[in-house]
């Protein structure tokens, strides 16, 4: 009777082990499944904005009618099931210039991919790595050179191809009383150039290697608190976000030490607004200097400038309760 009872006993403690050790790999794999689910959206947020700017950049040695920027991502991997996704970025930009034929000349065509490894599991204090690749050529093929040693920026060719690696992490505050939250974004990263094939007229002073940094604050608020609609979910956006971005060459330029600012040096800020009736869509305003102007074979070209216009991207826009 005695063996009986202390095997029975036995069984139910293993049994309870077991049990407890279920309930803890499901809790787990369901943590990590909210986890991978919620960073494809971080992703995507933390994506460049694309823009449309009447005049460009006011400022520029070029004086233009109006300039944008077209991007967005593919995301071809982005499973709750997996804590690394991948992403096709298309990033077109256009200049049209100021005189009688408005004239684009060399456009800036960027073709690339990210491959993203989520770093924690917490989304709302996110941590994770991102490699892209990325080819950025302009659709010419004419000399980069002048005859007289200049660089061709009416019809020179340019390509590049580049590696950029990120680490980013950011922290979302909680839910106010009145509905409002930010968030706090980074970024710190390294790209380089060299182990690609590249146009020969970049050795006359081109940034092949930079260190990257961004900085990102953003504002989230409850929206439609007025509506009639009966039973309607809570609906928040993204109203605002403030972005800080800089690189530095690092790598040797002709005739220029390393201490060049002025050549080596991109800055910008930039701020963007949503008025409560606008969607994916803010007014943007911004600042910044091109120590090395990235608009392909533009790049001797070094200037302060302002940009106004519109601004889009995958901002947040949706269901406190739903992720769309």
């Known amino acids: 009777m005695k063996k009986l009872l202390l095997s029975f006993l036995f069984l139910n ?46 400022g520029a040695p070029t004086k233009y009618v109006i300039n944008g920027r077209l991007t967005t991502t593919y995301m071809l991997l982005g499973s709750y099931k997996s804590p690394v996704a991948f992403a096709i970025i298309p990033d077109f930009t256009v200049r049209v210039r100021n005189e009688f034929s408005a004239g684009v000349r060399t456009p800036s065509y960027r073709l690339g991919g990210a491959l993203y490894a989520r770093l924690n599991s917490n989304p709302e204090n996110y941590k994770y790595a991102e490699l892209a690749f990325t080819h950025h050529s302009n659709g010419q093929d004419q000399d980069a050179i002048n005859a007289n040693g200049s660089v061709n920026t009416l019809t020179g060719n340019f390509n590049a191809n580049y590696l950029t690696l990120s680490y980013r992490f950011g922290h979302f505050n909680p839910i106010r009383s009145d509905g409002s939250y930010f968030s706090i974004n980074y970024r710190v990263g390294l790209q380089w150039y060299k182990w690609f094939r590249y146009e020969p007229a970049l050795d006359y002073g081109f940034g092949f290697t930079r260190i990257l940094y961004n900085f990102s604050l953003r504002r989230y608020d409850e929206i439609e608190k007025k509506s009639k609609i009966k039973n309607l979910n809570k609906e928040e956006k993204e109203t605002w976000r403030l972005n800080a971005e800089v690189s530095y060459a690092v790598n040797k330029i002709p005739e220029k030490n390393s201490w060049n600012a002025g050549k080596r040096l991109n800055a910008e800020i930039n701020f963007n607004y949503s ?50």
Not at 286 to 297: L, Q, R, S, T
């Open 275 to 324: 008025f409560p009736f606008m969607h994916n869509v803010f007014l943007m305003a911004a600042v910044g200097y091109y120590g090395e102007d990235n608009y392909n074979i533009y790049f001797q070209d070094h200037y302060e400038y302002m940009r106004f216009g519109l601004s889009s991207g995958f901002l947040r826009n949706r269901s406190r309760h739903y992720d769309n």
């Open 13 to 58: 403690v293993l049994c309870t082990f077991i049990f407890a050790q279920s309930i803890d790999k499901d809790s787990l794999t369901v943590k990590r499944e909210i986890a991978n689910k919620a960073y494809v959206h971080l992703y995507k947020e933390n994506a460049d904005l694309a823009y449309t700017s009447p005049a460009g950049e006011i």
